[in-house]
């Protein structure tokens, strides 16, 4: 009954009340759109069991067809761990779970559990619908905005949502795996078999071998499991957008035997050096997930302590 009432009560309601973007009075820029215009639309849908795949085929002509390309490539999907859809900062939770489900669907990937969901899919197309403001912006910024691909040097688009050539996921895996999985042997085959989908300039940048600085947060776990939590800093080679750095975070697992994904955001050299400061490093150093991961045994599971330490990264 609340379904056929909500549902009633939209139809009454123009399209564009939904889809008007910017919305007046909220903090929509132009480059909030037409995503924020089509979030909202994709909710009032999933709300009222209407067609989500309607709403983005209207909206976002050509995201169904990446979707699609991603999905005739499984590789891509293995690189990546589980997210949590909430941020805590913002108290909120960050993108509508019927969008979610309907992206794990197009895409063939796991379907959310609660508030977990696929890394890959939620941070790069689901991202792309959140309508949760933070105070560092909205979170599709990252892809929207130009400051990736300006402060590494890629072609514009290449990290965005519309690339001339491979798609979000596959482009952001490439770029983000590239540089930081690399180094692990069960990641890197699966790279070697994602890479078809990629942009060529993106691969020929990631898979080059990229300098870098890497904070490592490794900790013991129940029956001698080790989790290395790896935040890997990437220097602009100009600064863009008030950014100098490409964070990329992923963990490598014992229990899996491979490392993967969990987020890539630009940040600026004030979150660098608080990330890496000395006072943190060492033995006996708190070790917590962040960045809305999801590590089962060690995310919301107690307290723990391990070491942390940084290195610099010459490939």
């Keep these: ?7 009633a009560l939209l ?7 939904f889809s008007e973007c910017p919305q007046k009075g909220s903090q929509e820029k132009a480059e909030d759109c037409p995503w924020a215009g089509a979030a909202r639309l994709m909710a009032a849908a999933a709300d009222t069991g209407g067609d989500l795949e309607a709403v983005l085929t209207s909206q976002a002509p050509g995201l169904l067809g ?7 490539n499984p590789a891509l999907l293995k690189l990546w761990g589980e997210s949590i859809n909430y941020d805590e900062l913002a108290n909120g939770e960050i993108v509508h779970p019927g969008i979610l489900s309907a992206i794990a669907a197009r895409l063939g990937a796991p379907q959310p559990r609660g508030r977990l969901m696929h890394a890959g899919a939620e941070h790069t197309y689901g991202y792309l619908f959140s309508l949760l403001p933070t105070k560092f912006g909205f979170k599709r910024a990252r892809w929207v905005k130009p400051d990736i691909e300006d402060g590494l040097g890629l072609p514009r688009g290449s990290a965005g949502p519309n690339p001339a050539e491979g798609t979000l996921l596959a482009n952001i895996t490439c770029l983000a795996g590239g540089i930081a999985l ?3 042997k069960a990641a890197a085959a699966l790279l070697a078999g994602a890479a078809s989908s990629c942009s060529p300039a993106v691969k020929s940048y990631a898979f080059a071998g990229v300098k870098r600085t890497r904070l490592t947060e490794e900790v013991l776990l129940a029956g001698g499991r080790k989790v290395v939590l790896r935040t890997d800093f990437v220097p602009f080679l100009k600064s863009a957008g008030g950014n100098t750095h490409l964070l990329i975070y992923s963990v490598y697992d014992s229990a899996l035997r491979q490392a993967y994904l969990i987020s890539a ?3 600026n050299s004030g ?3 608080n990330a890496s400061s000395p006072a943190g490093l060492g033995k006996d150093k708190p070790v917590q997930t962040r960045y809305n991961a999801h590590v089962g045994g060690l995310t919301g599971a107690g307290k723990f302590k391990g070491t942390r330490a940084v290195s610099w990264l010459e490939k």
């Excluded at 139809?11 to 009340?17: F, I, K, M």
């Excluded at 990446?66 to 005739?72: C, E, S, T, V």
């Design 271 to 273: 979150f660098v050096q």
């Design 11 to 17: 139809l009454l309601l123009p399209v564009s009340a």
């Design 182 to 184: 690399r180094d692990d």
């Design 66 to 72: 990446q979707m699609d390309a991603d999905r005739a």
């Design 1 to 7: 009954m609340k379904n056929i009432l909500l549902a």
């Design 265 to 267: 955001f630009p940040v």
